[in-house]
């Protein structure tokens, strides 16, 4: 049974994370405005395809992934 309460545990860590980064990311103004972001509006259409800030956010959670697994 203790790997059923390490898996909880994790599993309510986890969902902590995403709560504050869900309440907190939008209050970041420069992330979805780097350069290398793709926008592209048109008419009737627009195209958002956020390249810099993905690289940033993956360079980001490998770091303290690494870091936690030390």
Do not use: E, H, Q
């Amino acid at each position: 049974m203790t790997g059923l309460g390490r898996s909880l545990i994790i599993m309510g860590l986890l969902l902590v994370v995403v709560g504050l980064a869900i309440t907190f990311v939008p209050r970041i103004p420069w992330l979805g405005k780097l350069p290398g972001d793709i926008y592209i509006k048109k008419d009737n259409f627009s195209f958002y395809f956020p390249i810099a800030s993905s690289i940033l956010i993956s360079l980001v959670l490998s770091f303290v992934l690494w870091f936690f697994r030390r």
